[in-house]
T-cell receptor, first 114, second 112 residues
């Protein structure tokens, strides 16, 4: 079946612009995660949804970052007033249950802020 | 705060060699540990998941072990092949079970 998909794959933004990154999880997966991966580093957790409920947003670096999953399927990560330090690959993952189950990752969105 | 460390950061081996990648974590209160593979410019592929009650898991040429009390895991790759070249990431679940905490990875290069 189809895996996790993300769009766009690449995004270039000027500093101060707002961006929206989309994630389509595997159909039927209850849990959805967002991670941020800087160059040469491992992914860092941003936020977790169980269905439409955002149960953990402890990893969001500032209030410029906002995520939603209104119908418990597709999720959007929004970054307002982008800054250069936001440049990274943003990875989305889904699983049947929580992080106690295998997470399936999408290809990521590479965000470059100029 | 949970911290995950992977050693070595990079490893180069000739084809056919057996090798071990190491992962350590500071807090033994984990739900599970997972090993992932990441190819350049791509997302992560799950290789093995070890529940906290298990000691090891095997898949093909891969074997992962877990010693929760000492905060260590190893990924053993038998008879390495050039196609195994990638970055290998270790991750443990947080105490709430809502997220994975990753190490920085070990970049493996297998030469033919």
């Amino acid at each position: 079946g189809a895996g996790v998909s993300q769009s766009p794959r690449y995004k270039v933004a000027k500093r101060g612009q707002d961006v929206a990154l989309r994630c389509d999880p595997i159909s039927g997966h209850v849990s959805l995660f967002w991670y941020q991966q800087a160059l040469g580093q491992g992914p860092e957790f941003l936020t977790y949804f169980q269905n439409e409920a955002q149960l953990d947003k402890s990893g969001l670096p500032s209030d410029r970052f906002f995520a939603e999953r209104p119908e418990g399927s597709v999720s959007t990560l929004k970054i307002q007033r982008t800054q250069q330090e936001d440049s990274a690959v943003y990875l989305c993952a889904s699983s049947r249950l929580g992080s106690t189950d295998t997470q399936y990752f999408g290809p990521g969105t590479r965000l470059t802020v100029l | 705060k949970q911290e995950v460390t992977q050693i070595p950061a990079a490893l180069s081996v000739p084809e056919g060699e057996n090798l071990v990648l190491n992962c350590s974590f500071t807090d033994s209160a984990i739900y599970n540990l997972q090993w992932f593979r990441q190819d350049p410019g791509k997302g992560l592929t799950s290789l093995l998941l070890i529940q906290s009650s298990q000691r090891e898991q095997t898949s093909g040429r891969l074997n992962a072990s877990l010693d929760k009390s000492s905060g260590r895991s190893t990924l053993y790759i038998a008879a390495s092949q050039p196609g195994d070249s990638a970055t290998y990431l270790c991750a443990v679940s947080n105490q709430a079970g809502t997220a994975l905490i990753f190490g920085k990875g070990t970049t493996l290069s297998v030469s033919s």
